[in-house]
């Protein structure tokens, strides 16, 4: 060990964990506006304010249960269908009328929601910070790479990330509204002739796809203060993700949330005080290099 | 005054374009037939440098112009009109007009005359020429088809060209509007002494104006020359016109 | 043509407007001709990203960017230099103008969503580096109390100050539309191919749109300095960014004065809501949706149809 400590240094192999830790987060909330970009063709800003209500209603339902070590799981497992409800209701209420609507519009559009939902929030959980308890079983560190401490918590996130991956991989490829929704993001019209009905397919990918960034909300509430305006910097780092990634793609998405993650956690370790510009130099680099994004991308 | 020498393109394999030859002299209509699909279209968009071609050569007075960019061409006083309508939607049929006359006088970087002074002589000329200078003030997406098609080439003059290409230009036009852009066409060519390719699908139209016709299948050349003998040949007959012997030579 | 002032009534408007503005000081208190001042350069600011966003087709999604740039430029010229705060003001603008013509150089390749996120991550970059750089911009802090010439540091001063550059700017934005420039930019955004077909250089046009754009950005920005003393990262930040292009939006895009228009709704509609609720947030977001729904054109865009039938169409810009 203490040869490959010496090429690579403990607290570097310890940050990138923390950096992959953070993929983790990013690649689940931009997988969701990736798929909902690609096939639904709306860039929806309110991504953002639905994984930041999921971290607050994780707050609450763990609240509900105790506030205990083990009120998390319950959160977990309950606030991804509280964030897909609300989708669902914000899909078929308003969004399904402006599909036909040029992306300018629907942009602004759900900046509209961003800011209702970000009210929302105020409206119900208030200005103050809200804390999230870290289960049971993860909870405190454990010495990694010649004794540093590193979160328990953050190498269940490390888990999470794969197993995502491998769902969202397996409802792509192998299920039928995957198939659907992968033929209808390259001709809509097509789909619709074949006596699909395309409005509930978008509705559900859609659905899926706010899931997905209520899974993150979920999953990052307990290493963070939840609190009002985590939104803001998340959404724009989740399109970055999406754009350097390739619209559309997933494992586009994955790509782009390791570049992100990883130049993120290796910067601050670099370069402390500007280490948080080393992602977006990393993105606009990527984006001289590859302008429509690094993998494939669907439209 | 124009000369395609085996002109190639394919996409992903198919040839849209195979082969094709085609020469057109000072102050001539050619008209290019062929069945759908035939390659007429993407021959005209390799001629004026939207396509680039995988093979052969374009020569315009003598130059070679292949594979120059479509704004160069247009300065080479090719204009063209497009089989689905082009335009400025938002602006008015004036302004449609005066855009193409600014960009060849190389205006365009003037920021801070009003256009209002550029180019009305010539534009009001040309919009009279056509028929349209009543419908000026229009907003182009409020024309009815044919108008539209009118202004497709109206801009097109606006290059002041000295070759223009028409893909098409009676598709979808009524009766009277068909039999207004034909007039407009012999117009062009007679009293402003233009040189015209142009495709068209209705034959009455093509033996009416064309002087010499350029037939096309499945990409390439199969033949070329005089109305009678085109209308003759037996290749034609068989793989385009229906095998009726209308040969009056 | 669009963006006129509709005839004979248009300009006596106008007429009353201007007058208005200028004896505004000697009727109402301080207050309104703070707001008064933030609308004007409000107003200008969102008419700088239309024309490229409504009269450009170019999809400016981070206009703030040069807003806050260039009044960050003036401010930091006058905090961090000797120099006259004239020459910071001059500068201001400037800087926005070259921080524009770098960003579209870099993302002029692309076009539509492409470019306006490639516009948001390089203006992110600005805003983060704005945002860290404690030592020298003050980081979330901002700046405050900045000191200006004496001829500005009444709100009377700076009212009027505003209002002239405001006004001379619009002169400029609107002489530049009706320009041969600006047919062609208008025939670019209504059709990109046909436009290069007819010689137009479609990138180098829209690039020298953006440049223009963010210098009146930059002007816009420079005012704020002018009006409130300070400058704080927030100017840099997406959502403002969002908010001008939904003045526009709201105004009316297609339509000269509809930002300003636009910008005028929001900054006073803002200012009242927020003095009784805080949630004021939530009641903009229900009227943009109102608006995205309804008035897909703005309102001044729904006047001009109202009243100029058969000339006026509503084309999606697909």
Redesign the interface.
């Known amino acids: 060990m203490d040869i490959v400590y010496s090429v690579l240094p403990p607290q570097f192999l310890s940050q990138v964990l923390v950096g992959l830790s953070r993929t983790t987060i990013l690649f689940i909330v931009a997988s969701g506006l990736s798929l909902i970009l690609g096939v639904l063709r709306i860039p929806n800003v309110a991504h953002g304010s639905l994984y930041m209500i999921g971290a607050f209603v994780s707050y609450s339902i763990a609240k509900l249960f105790g506030g205990g070590p083990s009120s998390y799981w319950w959160a977990l497992l309950i606030t991804p269908f509280v964030i897909a409800l609300i989708s669902f209701v914000v899909e078929r209420g308003v969004f399904q009328f402006l599909y036909e609507r040029e992306h300018l519009m629907l942009l602004l559009l759900t900046f509209a929601f961003s800011l209702v939902f970000g009210d929302l929030v105020k409206l119900i959980w208030g200005v103050e910070y809200k804390s999230v308890p870290v289960p049971g079983a993860f909870q405190g560190f454990v010495p990694l790479f010649g004794g540093i401490p590193f979160p328990l918590y953050n190498l269940f996130l490390l888990c999470v990330g794969p197993v995502v991956a491998l769902i969202l991989w397996f409802i792509v490829n192998k299920t039928k509204i995957g198939k659907i929704s992968r033929a209808a993001a390259v001709d809509r019209e097509m789909v619709g002739a074949v006596g699909i009905n395309v409005s509930w397919v978008f509705a559900t990918v859609f659905v899926i796809g706010c899931l997905l960034a209520g899974l993150g909300g979920v999953l990052v509430a307990p290493t963070v203060s939840v609190t009002l305006g985590m939104d803001h910097t998340l959404i724009i780092e989740a399109f970055l993700i999406v754009i350097i990634g390739g619209l559309g793609n997933i494992w586009g998405a994955l790509l782009g949330a390791l570049i992100f993650g990883l130049s993120q956690s290796l910067g601050i370790l670099l370069w402390p005080k500007f280490g948080i510009v080393i992602p977006y130099l990393a993105v606009v680099v990527v984006l001289l290099i590859k302008p429509t994004g690094l993998l494939k991308s669907t439209w | 005054m124009l000369r395609v020498e085996s002109l190639s393109k394919s996409f992903e394999g198919f040839k849209a374009v195979n082969n094709a030859n085609l020469h057109v002299e000072k102050g001539e209509i050619v008209a290019v037939i062929g069945p759908n699909g035939a390659g007429k279209t993407t021959l005209f968009n390799l001629i004026?440098g939207?396509l680039k071609p995988d093979n052969g050569k374009v020569y315009f007075k003598g130059e070679d112009i292949t594979g120059l960019?479509?704004?160069e061409i247009?300065?080479k006083r090719i204009s063209?009109s497009?089989q689905v309508v082009?335009?400025?939607?938002?602006?008015?049929v004036f302004?449609?007009v005066?855009?193409?006359i600014?960009?060849?006088e190389g205006?365009?970087?003037?920021?801070?005359?009003?256009?209002?002074k550029?180019a009305i002589e010539e534009t009001e000329e040309i919009l009279e020429r056509v028929g349209l200078i009543d419908k000026r003030?229009?907003?182009s997406?409020?024309l009815s088809h044919g108008d539209q098609k009118v202004l497709e080439i109206a801009?097109a003059l606006?290059?002041k060209p000295e070759f223009l290409i028409f893909d098409e230009p009676t598709a979808g036009m009524s009766p009277e509007e068909t039999s207004r852009c034909i007039e407009l066409i012999k117009h062009l060519s007679e009293k402003m002494g233009l040189t015209i390719l142009f495709c068209e699908h209705d034959m009455e139209i093509v033996f009416g104006i064309a002087n010499r016709i350029m037939v096309m299948v499945r990409g390439s050349t199969i033949i070329q020359g005089s109305c009678e003998e085109v209308r003759c040949n037996k290749a034609v007959q068989d793989a385009y016109l229906g095998g009726g012997d209308e040969c009056s030579v | 043509m669009k963006g006129n002032l509709l005839g004979r009534k248009g300009l006596l408007t106008g007429v009353i407007i201007i007058l208005f503005l200028f004896i505004l000081p000697f009727i109402f208190p301080r207050f309104y001709i703070y707001m008064t001042s933030i609308i004007l350069l409000t107003g200008l600011l969102a008419s700088s990203c239309n024309i490229a966003l409504g009269f450009g087709g170019i999809y400016q999604f981070h206009h703030a960017v040069f807003y806050g740039a260039g009044a960050y430029a003036a401010a930091l010229i006058i905090t961090k230099s000797s120099l006259s705060p004239w020459i910071a003001f001059a500068a201001g603008p400037i800087v926005s103008a070259i921080i524009g013509l770098i960003m579209g150089i870099i993302s002029i390749r692309l076009s539509k969503l492409y470019f306006g996120m490639l516009q948001v991550s390089l203006g992110s970059l600005v805003w983060v580096i704005v945002y860290r750089w404690y030592s020298f911009t003050g980081g979330d802090d901002g700046i405050h109390g900045i000191p200006l010439p004496e001829i500005l540091s009444s709100a009377n001063g700076a009212y009027y100050f505003t209002l002239f550059i405001t006004g001379l700017s619009m002169f400029v934005l609107y002489r530049i539309l009706k320009s041969p420039f600006g047919s062609v930019l208008q025939g670019i955004r209504d059709n990109p191919l046909r436009s290069g077909i007819i010689g137009v250089n479609v990138k180098r046009h829209q690039l020298m749109t953006l440049v223009i754009a963010s210098f009146f950005a930059g002007v816009a920005g420079t005012l704020f300095v002018v009006v409130d003393n300070t400058v704080f990262p927030d100017m840099l930040f997406w959502t403002l960014s969002m908010e001008i292009v939904i003045m526009c939006l709201l105004g009316g895009w297609f339509t000269f004065f509809g930002p300003m228009l636009g910008a005028a709704a929001l900054v006073a509609l803002r200012t009242f809501v927020s003095s009784f609720t805080v949630y004021w947030a939530l009641i903009l977001g229900i009227l943009f949706t109102l608006v995205i729904f309804f008035l897909p054109n703005g309102i001044l865009g729904y006047i001009e149809q109202k009243f100029k039938k058969g000339t006026e169409v509503s084309v999606d810009r697909g």
């Open positions: 004026t939207v960019p479509p704004h247009f300065k063209r497009f082009n335009l400025f939607p938002r602006l008015s302004e449609n005066q855009i193409a600014l960009s060849r205006k365009t970087w003037n920021l801070f005359s009003p256009s209002k550029f003030n229009r907003i997406a409020l801009i606006g290059g």
